[in-house]
């Protein structure tokens, strides 16, 4: 493999530091997870709304096959089911239909009167029925009425009340339901924020979590437990590395599972984990997913393309040696579907991978120029397409520019970089300018080596030399100052020395053209000196020109 020159990579730009070539996305990230966080949450609830363990959520039927419907409770039911729950030694029927009451009364999809349960005192006796291991079903129902909790902005009242370590030992117990409504619930908790997902992580919940992905009791199970664990990889500051690192192999293998849910669940986890540090990526790359993670770019789901191409843009983001992987596992290959994807998202998201492969070696950004057609299309999204997806698309015809060989940029320039980096430079964005600028800079210092001195001509039929004279006026510095090294270096701007004798000199309403005055110097014999000076008298010298007025009055109208 051919190695990056590291001083190369380091002093290569001055605009834009080398190292926001290779660049993550926090604040794409951030917007995307809280997406993420809000859809999984509203599936957690509908899902919740759909059954229990043997019953339906909206009819019952009776010994005599009759249908009937079950009963809706409100807040207005919490004084007739309160007491059933205070006595847990009591009557474990009524402590049943107590706990189911306030179960369904939480799992109102419009409006659950979360709060009326909280100040009631229900909480904690939710938490003490789940160590009632005799009564599996009131452990389920009571688990379940945490799990809608902890699904609103009470969450950290469930960890309040002491919740987690019945719930991480629960994950252990021989019921299927009940292990699979504590995970759920977990889920929702460390999904919430960092510290609640650590202080899940410091339970232990990990290491019972992925003995149920091993062996889950059905396809509805695994598809719960992993999205359970992609919310322990979620958020930042990240999870410790060592805490987390034994999900890893089991991810690796969900991408392969026939269970969609469970795929995308396990893309969005492994795309946390791989967000930052080069040994995060290495952690990920090292269980084998790159190859899994480049077949699912051709998936029909745009819900499992989406997180399987964050993943793999986050692995290009890393080493030399990282993004090779994922070129040598041939992600290139599907680079021309992606770009011609209906979803924004996806067209984005593809440019930024592209764009960090273009930021490592000559032989990377070979491979990049070697498909013509694609870098085509990239150029036309860095003149035409939604700003998004253009200022991904720039960066990518920058890189290539900035990082790449000279008959590389020259190959680039053929493909219609110029046009492209021109039609940025009018725009708001001033760090999306200065990439544009740095690439103009790298393409015309290019030409110039190679001999090619169209280049500036073909950046002024872009109408790029307007635009630069236009941000000397800019109120970026950078922008400015770059703007203006361009045009005197590239354009031949600067002030050029005027002719004394041929500037006009301004004098009232008179312009007076020509010599300045000057004295009459004899050059003849002292004879004829002699003569014309009798002839001219004292004054031996040339009347001075007299300037020209265009004052109307000297001319004829």
């Avoid at 730009?13 to 926001?20: L, P, R, S, V, W």
């Avoid at 919430?192 to 509805?220: F, K, Q, W, Y």
């Amino acid at each position: 493999m051919v190695g990056l020159n590291t001083d190369r990579k380091a002093n290569f730009k001055k605009g834009i530091d080398a190292a926001e070539c290779r660049r993550g996305r926090e604040d794409t990230q951030i917007r995307l997870r809280k997406n993420k966080k809000e859809e999984s949450l509203a599936k957690r609830r509908n899902l919740a709304n759909v059954k229990g363990p043997a019953e339906n959520a909206g009819v019952a039927v009776n010994q005599t096959g009759v249908t009937a419907t079950k009963r809706v409770f409100t807040e207005a039911d919490i004084p007739m089911l309160l007491p059933g729950m205070q006595n847990l030694m009591g009557d474990k029927e009524v402590l049943l239909e107590s706990v189911r009451g306030f179960r369904r009364m939480l799992s109102l999809e419009i409006n659950p009167p979360v709060a009326a349960v909280m100040n009631c005192g229900a909480l904690p006796l939710f938490v003490q029925m789940l160590n009632l291991n005799d009564h599996p079903t009131i452990q389920f129902e009571a688990a379940w009425a945490l799990t809608n909790v902890a699904s609103t902005e009470f969450t950290s009242k469930v960890v309040e009340a002491n919740a987690l370590p019945a719930l991480v030992a629960l994950l252990r117990s021989p019921d299927a339901d009940v292990r699979e409504q504590c995970a759920w619930c977990l889920g929702n908790i460390a999904g919430d924020s960092p510290p609640l997902r650590d202080t899940v992580l410091n339970c232990g919940a990990m290491e019972p979590l992925l003995l149920n992905i091993e062996n889950p009791a059905t396809p509805a199970m695994l598809q719960n437990m992993v999205w359970a664990l992609s919310n322990f990889c979620r958020g930042k500051p990240q999870p410790d590395l060592h805490v987390i690192a034994p999900a890893v192999p089991h991810l690796s293998r969900m991408l392969t599972s026939n269970n969609q849910d469970a795929i995308v669940d396990a893309c969005w986890a492994l795309s946390y984990l791989c967000d930052g540090s080069d040994d995060r990526i290495q952690l990920v790359q090292d269980s084998g997913a790159t190859e899994h993670l480049v077949s699912l770019l051709s998936h029909e789901s745009a819900s499992v393309v989406t997180p399987a191409l964050r993943c793999l843009g986050n692995f290009v983001s890393g080493s030399d040696r990282q993004t090779q992987a994922v070129v040598d596992a041939g992600v290139l290959d599907k680079i021309t579907g992606l770009l011609a994807s209906s979803k924004k998202t996806i067209k984005k998201e593809t440019c930024w991978l592209l764009s960090n492969i273009a930021a490592g070696t000559r032989m990377q950004i070979a491979s990049l120029i070697a498909m013509p057609q694609v870098l085509s299309v990239v150029i036309h999204y860095a003149q035409t397409a939604e700003w998004e997806i253009r200022k991904e698309a720039t960066w990518v015809v920058s890189n290539i520019a900035t990082m790449g060989s000279g008959h590389q940029v020259k190959r680039l320039v053929e493909l219609g970089a110029i046009d492209a980096i021109c039609s940025i430079l009018d725009i708001t964005d001033a760090r999306i300018c200065l990439v544009a600028l740095d690439a103009m800079e790298s393409i015309l210092k290019s030409g110039s080596q190679l001999g090619l001195t169209n280049y500036p001509t073909l950046v002024d039929e872009a109408d790029g030399l307007e635009k630069l004279e236009s941000l000397q006026g800019h109120a970026n510095v950078d922008i400015y100052e770059k703007s203006i090294a361009l045009l005197e270096m590239y354009f031949g701007v600067e002030d050029e020395v005027e002719d004394e004798n041929l500037a006009p000199v301004v004098t009232g309403n008179t312009f007076g053209f020509g010599v300045q005055e000057k004295a009459f110097e004899w050059t003849g014999s002292a004879e004829d000196e002699a003569k014309w000076s009798g002839a001219l008298g004292d004054e031996a010298s040339v009347p001075a020109l007299q300037p020209f007025s265009f004052n109307a009055n000297n001319m004829n109208m």
